[in-house]
């Protein structure tokens, strides 16, 4: 078994080139984009970690996803401020909606946004002052209801006040 002749080619290369000669002064290194190759601690961690209401370094992220809407404090933030649950009612509302008679709103509070022509008798649980004039100018009649709320604050009001005359 002597020496190969030149005249047969081989099938392969005999000796390699290194990756790691040829990927010099390319930070890449052939795994496309500079961030793809690497682990999720050098990006800051996974999808949305790190992002926070106060950070900065995924901030560019955040803001194509969410808008400017994502950073800073929206609403209210406060702990003792309770949130208005009661319901509102505008006079067009009630213009579109109702034809005559006794329209009965007891768990609402009526605005006077928009005009009334037909005379209706409104029960509600409070009315501003320009609604108020607006029902009585058409013909109509507003009448006070009181809901489960003003009752149950009546009892604590009338409990104080008992507490108070001992």
């Not at 022509?117 to 320009?130: V, Y």
């Not at 100018?137 to 001992?166: P, V």
Request: hydrophobic share 25%; proline share 1%; net charge positive.
């Amino acid at each position: 078994m002597g020496e190969i002749s030149s005249s047969i080619k081989m099938p392969f290369k005999t000796k390699k080139r290194k990756k790691a000669g040829r990927f010099r002064g390319r930070n890449s290194h052939g795994h496309g984009s500079r961030k793809k190759w690497r682990s999720s601690g050098e990006q800051g961690g996974f999808g949305m970690a790190g992002t926070g209401k106060r950070a900065d370094h995924k901030k560019s992220l955040v803001i194509k996803l969410y808008g400017n809407n994502y950073f800073g404090k929206q609403g209210i933030t406060s702990r003792g401020t309770a949130k208005d649950k009661s319901k509102f009612m505008n006079l067009r509302d009630i213009e579109k909606k109702y034809e005559k008679g006794e329209v009965n709103l007891k768990e609402y509070k009526i605005l006077g946004d928009g005009e009334i022509t037909k005379a209706l008798t409104i029960k509600a649980r409070g009315f501003t002052k320009s609604a108020k004039e607006k029902i009585e100018k058409a013909g109509g009649k507003t009448i006070l209801t009181k809901t489960y709320e003003d009752r149950k604050t009546e009892k604590i009001k009338d409990a104080k006040d008992n507490k108070k005359s001992e």
